[in-house]
């Protein structure tokens, strides 16, 4: 069975807190709001508890998790911090920003996926901050998704997903980015290799370092395997406008998310597209994708169509991502 505990985001109840703290210290399954999407957490330390999050969700196990911390200090405590990652957790923690380094010991081989490096990240959401603090251990939380589907932005979603395959959901709203956190590998101080675009612009992190970020080539990005599986898929599949270009053709009843409406775009054949969601902004499309994947895909049509983002500063590069993926397109 699984229990859900609905949680106010700014001051989630101790008891709830304490309950999901337990059964974190005991070995047990707990999803969580981030500020990005809901974790599926376990003690990180603990390879038992660990495996189960492979398990529940069906995930492959060479694919390594995010470490949640709650403090510099257990950062520190777990692995080898170096002067520019110092810098940027101090910058952007608590924040969607997730830094690889060589791991201690103490990070069981399960945590990362058997790679020497573990992938840390401090989450910005005041429910993930207190179960941490309460379990008194850093949390193991890859997205709150079975392995493959689009990531959970609220707790019915997980609750779809995972209902009977964990202990326990704090339902504490809907998160406010929608999408994961950016991914980079500050192994060698003087390098930053982007595993992942994510919650936090490229630019920022330029910016703070000096340091222009280098996108990996095929052989590092074996260092980051699970960057390589194909990811976020609804149930129908997907397929990618550009404005100015014709609409995709398909036959029967699509749906539409971006930011432009096409309806003026030429059109290959007579399309039906029956269901839309237009967005304000880059950010509103990368809050608004997953979830919109997810209600389309009960909704009884052919495929899903998604615009193309033009802008790739901000959350643009990330929403590229996320849509290549989902699409079945290896970046
Ligand atoms: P998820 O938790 O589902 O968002 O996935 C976490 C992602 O972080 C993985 O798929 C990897 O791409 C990346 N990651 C986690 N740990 C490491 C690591 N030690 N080295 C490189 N990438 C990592
Ligand atoms: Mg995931």
Redesign the pocket.
């Known amino acids: 069975m699984t229990t859900v505990s609905a949680v106010d985001r700014w001051h989630p109840s101790p008891y709830a807190i304490s309950k999901a703290a337990r059964i974190i210290q005991s070995g047990g399954l707990v999803a969580f709001p981030t500020e990005t999407?809901y974790?599926l957490g376990a003690d990180a330390l603990n390879a038992e508890a660990v495996k189960k999050i492979y398990i529940a969700k069906g995930?492959p196990s060479d694919?390594?998790?995010?470490v949640h911390v709650n403090s510099i200090l257990l950062f520190k405590a777990i692995v080898q911090v170096n002067d520019t990652a110092l810098a940027l957790a101090k910058k952007f923690w608590p924040g969607p920003l997730?830094l690889?380094l060589p791991?201690d010991d103490i990070i069981p081989s399960v945590t990362?996926?058997g790679?020497r490096?573990?992938?840390i990240r401090m989450p910005d959401n005041p429910v993930a901050l207190e179960l941490i603090a309460c379990a008194g251990t850093p949390i193991a939380?890859?997205?709150a998704n079975l392995s493959g589907r689009p990531?959970p932005t609220d707790a019915d979603t997980v609750l779809h997903d995972m209902n009977g395959r964990i202990d326990m959901i704090l339902d504490g709203g809907s998160t406010e980015l929608g999408i994961?956190?950016t991914?980079i590998?500050v192994s060698d101080p003087s390098r930053i290799l982007l595993?992942?675009p994510g919650g936090l612009a490229a630019e920022l992190i330029e910016k703070v370092t000096g340091i222009k970020l280098e996108i990996p080539d095929e052989l590092s990005k074996k260092?980051?395997?699970?960057?390589h599986?194909r990811?976020y898929a609804p149930k129908v599949p997907v397929k990618i406008w550009r404005k100015g270009e014709p609409f995709p053709s398909g036959s029967g009843e699509v749906a539409f998310m971006g930011i432009d409406d096409p309806k003026g775009s030429v059109l290959s054949e007579p399309i039906k597209y029956v269901r839309k969601i237009i967005f304000t902004s880059t950010a509103n499309y990368a809050h608004g994708l997953f979830a919109g994947f997810r209600k389309f895909e009960n909704e009884n049509i052919s495929s899903i169509v998604v615009q193309w983002p033009d802008d790739i500063t901000g959350l643009g590069a990330g929403l590229r991502d996320r849509i290549l993926r989902a699409a079945g397109i290896e970046r």
């Open positions: 999407v974790g995930r694919n390594p998790l995010i997730t690889v791991a990362r996926g790679l490096t573990a992938a939380a890859p997205s990531s994961e956190s991914v590998d595993l992942r260092k980051s395997p699970g960057t599986y990811h």
